[in-house]
């Protein structure tokens, strides 16, 4: 998508229509105290956008900008003259003509075109914000955020700036008006990942998951092909020239909406004061009335249709003797003196006027921002549990879990089907076995490169297509429903777990949690959902009963302000916690960077008996998609089943079951998703140490059969697939270079 649209009204909902005019009326109306000038509908809108249309958050916001601006240098200044012009043609920094699949415009940083001992920080810094600002007049821009590519190919140490560096992330995060969405640092040289691995305990939480470090020629995974240059790995052309000779265009433009930013914040300590005035007198209650803005009475205009014109940015301009950059390219293009991409013919590159045009579609429920709201409402939704749908998928809440329904007098209840009318489960082997239809690794990624990732994706879908195997009679009775934490998400009657019955109640056996097969080890994992606080009791009854030594957790308690488990363990080193006749008490915990193993000692009340078990969680599952890097998720698993395997050495003749030991517990938040992928990995991974096939296809299908809806999106499909190379890659099995590079085409759609 090219970043180029057509003249078109700003769409704004009903409400985020309301909510700017509140933004603005209470603005305003605080800096006409200050007589400083208003602040224009088009400038509200833009940090509304970057702040999800919460007003606080937007004022402020726009207070930290305001001062942004005005300490680092950022009004006032010339794109024309030195030394900025010269950071403007140095190429190091540049917007690209297309975006990402989600619609964000790319910046790219390159790191080998600068040198911090020769060039200030304040002309790097405007270099850029000039670029922004006219990338940020489009309105898809502010809709779907910004990526950040900081490209360290070819650099050295000596082109590392930290300050310079430190300044534009809090700019991009605290300061400018636009979401930064991810952050890709392409080919980082070994210096820098030790130094990152030192910086990020220190980093948020929220901005540790936005950075990946990818290879030049993985960034493709990443960001489609065709949206990249192709020294990253792309098939786009880039004329920076050309985009430059735009932003110029744009910014001559005196009624252009791309300057009111700027226009807004005026150089003055009346201004910053009105600006920190209205942060500190917003509150909601004190908004009597939003006025009729599109009055002239109002001062402001709501229709903003047409504002501005679009004008196309493909055409390159002569240079002259009044305008520096483009005398200084024209000279560089008959010289010869530019990079190649000056003398490339390129598509060109295009910006949007300030309103935009494109897709509209809304991104603005998919961020994760304001770390302190997360906790908060996580702390106030604790004792209720929400119910959502698409669970592991990350959806939107639901609502709070459905209520049985009142038995009325003489009405008993359907009943569910009894535990000896249904197959034998645990009579049968294990549905994993090496057959035929398995291929060895190179095939599999010689199957990769050709299916490609819309192949990867039909596979998955096919999959997703299939009815299920079983049914949930179970899950679905009244008297049950309650005890699951998503609505959509059942366990199969055939092959659930069967709690003992407590005082004679026949429905006291049901927890939604369902035995799968291992590789050729039956019932080798128990998958279940992230224990609710009603079913902490039951969670370790069904501990205790099935022998576990070994529980897997695979997501975090909770993930952008929903819960997603209940906190069923004692949480701190040297507490204990009491869940029915089940005690646990926490005895260590240690702390890695990708997971941590806590170990407890369960004692049961009734039996007088005590076990030790030990908790995994994973703790580097990002808030969307899957892993960047499946090295993580590997050296978790490895770890697991060291632990797994000494924890069955330790029973001894207490164990008479399979070599592999009791079942392991594995849950995430619904126990179909991460947890999916965890139990894929280990069951292919097993099957290629053992014979040296795998058949992930039929792997996910078998496995689905015993825990209903097991892998929930192609994305975590498409992981499987990419960790297995991982492994074999690092088990020099395969080489550490494979290109993948056309892996990711068009039609790739995550149907999700």
């Given at each position: 998508?090219?970043?180029?649209?057509?003249?078109?009204?700003?769409?704004?909902?009903?409400?985020?229509?309301?909510?700017?005019?509140?933004?603005?009326?209470?603005?305003?109306?605080?800096?006409?105290?200050?007589?400083?000038?208003?602040?224009?509908?088009?400038?509200?809108?833009?940090?509304?956008?970057?702040?999800?249309?919460?007003?606080?958050?937007?004022?402020?916001?726009?207070?930290?900008?305001?001062?942004?601006?005005?300490?680092?240098?950022?009004?006032?200044?010339?794109?024309?003259?030195?030394?900025?012009?010269?950071?403007?043609?140095?190429?190091?920094?540049?917007?690209?003509?297309?975006?990402?699949?989600?619609?964000?415009?790319?910046?790219?940083?390159?790191?080998?075109?600068?040198?911090?001992?020769?060039?200030?920080?304040?002309?790097?810094?405007?270099?850029?914000?000039?670029?922004?600002?006219?990338?940020?007049?489009?309105?898809?821009?502010?809709?779907?955020?910004?990526?950040?590519?900081?490209?360290?190919?070819?650099?050295?140490?000596?082109?590392?700036?930290?300050?310079?560096?430190?300044?534009?992330?809090?700019?991009?995060?605290?300061?400018?008006?636009?979401?930064?969405?991810?952050?890709?640092?392409?080919?980082?040289?070994?210096?820098?990942?030790?130094?990152?691995?030192?910086?990020?305990?220190?980093?948020?939480?929220?901005?540790?998951?936005?950075?990946?470090?990818?290879?030049?020629?993985?960034?493709?995974?990443?960001?489609?092909?065709?949206?990249?240059?192709?020294?990253?790995?792309?098939?786009?052309?880039?004329?920076?020239?050309?985009?430059?000779?735009?932003?110029?265009?744009?910014?001559?433009?005196?009624?252009?909406?791309?300057?009111?930013?700027?226009?807004?914040?005026?150089?003055?300590?009346?201004?910053?004061?009105?600006?920190?005035?209205?942060?500190?007198?917003?509150?909601?209650?004190?908004?009597?009335?939003?006025?009729?803005?599109g009055s002239p009475s109002g001062g402001f205009k709501v229709d903003?249709?047409?504002?501005?014109?679009?004008?196309?940015?493909?055409?390159?301009?002569?240079?002259?003797?009044?305008d520096p950059i483009r005398g200084s390219i024209e000279d560089m293009?008959?010289?010869?003196?530019?990079?190649?991409?000056?003398?490339?013919?390129?598509?060109?590159?295009?910006?949007?006027?300030?309103?935009?045009?494109?897709?509209?579609?809304?991104?603005?429920?998919?961020?994760?921002?304001?770390?302190?709201?997360?906790?908060?409402?996580?702390?106030?939704?604790?004792?209720?549990?929400?119910?959502?749908?698409?669970?592991?998928?990350?959806?939107?809440?639901?609502?709070?879990?459905?209520?049985?329904?009142?038995?009325?007098?003489?009405?008993?209840?359907?009943?569910?089907?009894?535990?000896?009318?249904?197959?034998?489960?645990?009579?049968?082997?294990?549905?994993?076995?090496?057959?035929?239809?398995?291929?060895?690794?190179?095939?599999?990624?010689?199957?990769?490169?050709?299916?490609?990732?819309?192949?990867?994706?039909?596979?998955?879908?096919?999959?997703?297509?299939?009815?299920?195997?079983?049914?949930?009679?179970?899950?679905?009775?009244?008297?049950?429903?309650?005890?699951?934490r998503y609505a959509d998400v059942l366990c199969y009657d055939h092959?659930?777990?069967?709690?003992?019955?407590?005082?004679?109640?026949?429905?006291?056996?049901?927890?939604?949690?369902?035995?799968?097969?291992?590789?050729?080890?039956?019932?080798?994992?128990?998958?279940?959902?992230?224990?609710?606080?009603?079913?902490?009791?039951?969670?370790?009854?069904?501990?205790?009963?099935?022998?576990?030594?070994?529980?897997?957790?695979?997501?975090?308690?909770?993930?952008?302000?929903?819960?997603?488990?209940?906190?069923?363990?004692?949480?701190?080193?040297?507490?204990?916690?009491?869940?029915?006749?089940?005690?646990?008490?926490?005895?260590?915990?240690?702390?890695?960077?990708?997971?941590?193993?806590?170990?407890?000692?369960?004692?049961?009340?009734?039996?007088?008996?005590?076990?030790?078990?030990?908790?995994?969680?994973?703790?580097?599952?990002?808030?969307?998609?899957?892993?960047?890097?499946?090295?993580?998720?590997?050296?978790?698993?490895?770890?697991?089943?060291?632990?797994?395997?000494?924890?069955?050495?330790?029973?001894?003749?207490?164990?008479?079951?399979?070599?592999?030991?009791?079942?392991?517990?594995?849950?995430?938040?619904?126990?179909?998703?991460?947890?999916?992928?965890?139990?894929?990995?280990?069951?292919?991974?097993?099957?290629?140490?053992?014979?040296?096939?795998?058949?992930?296809?039929?792997?996910?299908?078998?496995?689905?059969?015993?825990?209903?809806?097991?892998?929930?999106?192609?994305?975590?499909?498409?992981?499987?697939?990419?960790?297995?190379?991982?492994?074999?890659?690092?088990?020099?099995?395969?080489?550490?270079?494979?290109?993948?590079?056309?892996?990711?085409?068009?039609?790739?759609?995550?149907?999700?």
């Open positions: 998508m090219l970043l180029r649209e057509s003249n078109m009204a700003t769409v704004l909902s009903t409400d985020e229509e309301k909510i700017t005019r509140q933004f603005l009326e209470h603005l305003n109306r605080v800096r006409a105290q200050y007589n400083v000038p208003p602040v224009s509908w088009s400038t509200a809108v833009r940090f509304l956008m970057a702040r999800k249309f919460d007003v606080k958050r937007a004022l402020d916001l726009f207070r930290s900008h305001g001062e942004l601006r005005v300490r680092e240098g950022l009004l006032n200044f010339n794109p024309t003259e030195e030394p900025v012009s010269r950071e403007l043609l140095s190429e190091k920094f540049t917007v690209l003509p297309f975006r990402d699949a989600g619609g964000a415009a790319i910046a790219l940083f390159s790191a080998r075109y600068h040198a911090p001992h020769s060039t200030p920080t304040q002309a790097v810094l405007q270099a850029a914000v000039f670029q922004l600002d006219q990338a940020l007049s489009s309105y898809e821009t502010q809709r779907n955020g910004l990526t950040w590519i900081y490209n360290m190919t070819g650099s050295s140490f000596t082109n590392f700036d930290l300050t310079m560096s430190k300044k534009l992330l809090g700019m991009l995060r605290d300061g400018y008006p636009a979401r930064l969405k991810r952050i890709y640092v392409v080919t980082p040289p070994l210096w820098f990942k030790a130094m990152y691995k030192i910086l990020t305990p220190m980093l948020k939480e929220k901005m540790k998951e936005r950075v990946t470090l990818v290879s030049a020629e993985r960034l493709c995974r990443y960001l489609p092909a065709t949206s990249l240059p192709k020294d990253l790995g792309g098939t786009a052309e880039i004329n920076h020239l050309d985009w430059l000779n735009s932003c110029l265009d744009q910014n001559s433009d005196k009624n252009r909406n791309s300057r009111d930013l700027s226009d807004a914040l005026v150089d003055t300590p009346e201004a910053l004061e009105a600006n920190q005035k209205a942060v500190e007198l917003y509150a909601p209650e004190r908004i009597d009335r939003i006025p009729d803005l903003i249709s047409l504002r501005g014109s679009t004008e196309s940015l493909e055409s390159s301009h002569s240079g002259t003797q009044s293009k008959t010289n010869g003196s530019s990079s190649d991409s000056a003398n490339g013919t390129g598509n060109g590159q295009h910006i949007t006027d300030s309103l935009g045009n494109g897709s509209l579609k809304d991104h603005r429920f998919r961020d994760m921002d304001d770390e302190e709201k997360i906790l908060k409402d996580a702390k106030e939704k604790y004792e209720t549990e929400i119910v959502e749908k698409d669970a592991d998928g990350d959806g939107i809440p639901e609502g709070p879990p459905p209520k049985p329904p009142r038995p009325r007098p003489n009405d008993s209840p359907p009943p569910v089907p009894d535990r000896r009318d249904l197959p034998d489960f645990s009579a049968t082997e294990s549905v994993h076995q090496s057959t035929d239809s398995g291929m060895d690794i190179e095939a599999l990624v010689s199957y990769v490169l050709n299916m490609r990732q819309s192949g990867i994706y039909k596979e998955y879908a096919a999959i997703r297509a299939e009815p299920p195997a079983g049914t949930f009679y179970a899950s679905k009775h009244r008297l049950n429903v309650h005890k699951n092959s659930r777990v069967f709690l003992p019955i407590l005082n004679g109640d026949p429905y006291s056996d049901y927890l939604n949690a369902n035995y799968m097969d291992g590789y050729k080890q039956k019932n080798a994992f128990i998958a279940t959902q992230g224990a609710l606080p009603k079913t902490f009791s039951d969670f370790w009854l069904m501990i205790w009963e099935s022998q576990c030594r070994t529980i897997v957790m695979t997501t975090r308690t909770v993930e952008r302000g929903r819960l997603k488990c209940g906190q069923y363990w004692p949480l701190e080193e040297g507490t204990s916690g009491e869940y029915g006749k089940i005690s646990v008490a926490n005895l260590e915990i240690e702390t890695r960077r990708d997971y941590t193993i806590t170990v407890l000692t369960v004692h049961n009340s009734t039996t007088n008996e005590s076990r030790r078990i030990t908790h995994f969680q994973f703790t580097s599952w990002p808030d969307f998609g899957t892993p960047r890097s499946a090295l993580a998720m590997l050296e978790f698993r490895e770890e697991v089943r060291q632990y797994q395997s000494t924890s069955v050495k330790e029973m001894g003749d207490e164990w008479t079951g399979h070599p592999g030991g009791p079942p392991i517990v594995v849950h995430c938040s619904a126990g179909i998703g991460r947890t999916g992928t965890f139990c894929t990995l280990d069951i292919s991974l097993a099957r290629l140490e053992d014979v040296a096939t795998i058949d992930v296809c039929n792997t996910v299908r078998l496995m689905r059969a015993q825990r209903a809806y097991s892998i929930q999106t192609p994305d975590q499909y498409e992981f499987c697939y990419f960790a297995l190379v991982e492994y074999a890659q690092r088990s020099d099995k395969l080489p550490s270079s494979i290109d993948f590079s056309g892996y990711e085409d068009s039609e790739s759609d995550s149907d999700d």
